[in-house]
């Protein structure tokens, strides 16, 4: 299902580099389970993410191992969760373990259908009861000269640590991706104040997906109807044609979280 007033359409006057159409996602897949648990749910997922037909997928709460969940469901991924998702759609995968404990680990994850050329996970983590990271790969996409750098980010809880993981995130990319460099940070930012565009958005000449045409970031939880505005694609050097909101059924069986697509295209 789509949110009518949380989707948009650029059309005319666009330029296009050798054609090239790009599709992302952000999800936060609730370690492959439904909301409050009820259900394992990673084969339905895996069947859902694959529809949406994706260049890139940035995922967060990705299970990389968790030997209770192995020997509690006989159809457990014997992968990594990232792997089997990946499996025979997205070629290149990179995943940051951020919480790691005696029986597995978790934290994010970027599928993509181009070459990483490298990736990196940075431990942002403000505290010791939630560990939290930053993702960074470097993608190389048909039609620019420059690796694209993306981030997959899920921020903390606490205001007071997403400020310093946001502060965190804008210093590494300004050492990393000079400014004009593109640039995709997308993931949970767990940010209903909207707090994000002020450290970052202004800071690295990012676009957020749904503010450029809307002028406010996508409701996207709880899945079923949402409400709290907390998932996020931000770009730089790209123009922004379509941006969505997936929720409600069959979306809301599948995690907390709603899924955010957008389709982009390179700057002249």
């Not at 978790?106 to 940075?122: M, T, W």
């Amino acid at each position: 299902m789509l949110i009518p007033d949380e989707a948009f359409f650029v059309g005319g006057g666009m330029c296009f580099i050798g054609g090239s159409v790009f599709r992302i996602c952000t999800y936060n897949i609730h370690k492959g389970f439904s909301q409050f648990n009820r259900r394992m749910v990673v084969h339905e997922l895996r069947d859902r993410l694959r529809t949406l037909d994706t260049d890139l997928v940035f995922l967060q709460e990705v299970q990389g191992l968790h030997l209770g969940h192995t020997a509690r469901h006989p159809n457990w991924p014997a992968l990594p969760q990232h792997e089997f998702l990946a499996e025979e759609t997205w070629h290149q995968t990179a995943y940051g373990g951020n919480a790691v404990y005696d029986h597995g680990h978790h934290g994010n994850a970027i599928l993509s259908r181009h070459a990483i050329l490298s990736q990196a996970n940075q431990d942002v983590s403000d505290h010791r009861f939630e560990r939290r990271g930053l993702l960074h790969c470097e993608i190389q996409l048909p039609g620019f000269d420059v690796p694209v750098h993306c981030v997959c980010v899920h921020l903390g809880l606490i205001g007071g640590s997403r400020r310093r993981q946001m502060e965190t995130l804008a210093e590494r990319m300004e050492r990393l991706a000079p400014a004009g460099s593109p640039l995709i940070i997308a993931g949970d930012f767990n940010d209903w104040r909207n707090r994000a565009d002020g450290v970052l958005a202004d800071r690295l000449g990012l676009v957020e997906a749904f503010g450029s045409g809307r002028g406010r970031p996508a409701r996207s939880f709880p899945s079923a109807l949402p409400f709290f505005r907390l998932d996020r694609i931000y770009v730089r050097g790209f123009r922004i044609r379509r941006a969505e909101v997936h929720f409600g059924p069959p979306w809301a069986r599948i995690s907390d979280h709603a899924a955010l697509t957008a389709e982009l295209e390179p700057l002249a």
